[in-house]
């Protein structure tokens, strides 16, 4: 499978540091490629790419390139300051991490309603996964650990709703995060939503 390739186009430096990080944990299959002007995304190769995340004044700067890549392209919006478009997905890169996580989530499942085009259903879910990812055999037990602690639940309210002692959730949590390699929450939320275990709008 050959690995998709995603362009970040925006002149603010941190911010495409901080969504390069974000997409690179959400999508470890991908290869996320930053560029800081319209000129160097045209001076490479512009068409290769499966998604364009552009900055809202690129955007309308480069209307001509981007319109007929519409199916494509997600404006980068500041906050209050949304841009109202037409059939173009906009994701607010003003919002805290959980959120702006969340909305990454819901982008990505949006464009990928019939699942990965490389995707398998998951053995536990029925919904596609992409076959990039290893399969980390969870216990049935440690999917339910995990789908609460992507719902924010503290180690003492997931004791109480499995009616498991305090120690046993705790051991789950060592457990998950030495098989899956993650230790934080954002990290654990991404991995159960691209594996199907919580839907993007339930976390």
């Known amino acids: ?54 900055s809202a004044q690129i955007y309308f700067e480069h209307t001509a390139f981007f319109l007929p890549r519409k199916p494509k392209t997600i404006v980068l919006a500041n906050g209050d300051n949304q841009p109202q478009l037409a059939g173009i997905p906009t994701l607010n890169i003003y919002q805290d991490e959980k ?7 819901q982008l990505h499942q949006f464009g990928h ?16 996964c992409g076959n990039s990812y290893a399969e980390h055999d969870l216990s049935p037990r440690e999917i339910e650990v995990l789908v609460l602690i992507t719902k924010g639940l503290i180690n003492k309210e997931i004791a109480d709703k499995l009616n498991i002692s305090l120690t046993t959730v705790i051991s789950h949590r060592k457990n998950i995060t030495e098989k899956l390699g993650i230790k934080s929450v954002a990290g654990l939320t991404i991995y159960a939503v691209m594996h199907g275990y919580v839907e993007a709008d339930r976390i």
């Open 1 to 54: 499978m050959v690995a998709p390739e995603i362009a970040i186009v925006d002149s603010n430096t941190l911010s495409c540091l901080g969504l390069q990080n974000l997409m690179e944990e959400i999508i470890p299959m991908a290869v996320i490629r930053v560029f800081s002007s319209f000129e160097e995304l045209v001076d490479d190769t512009p068409d290769m790419y499966a998604h364009y995340f552009v």
């Open 99 to 105: 959120v702006l996580i969340k909305s990454i989530l």
């Open 113 to 128: 309603k019939e699942g990965h085009p490389h995707g398998h259903p998951h053995p536990a879910t029925g919904h596609p």
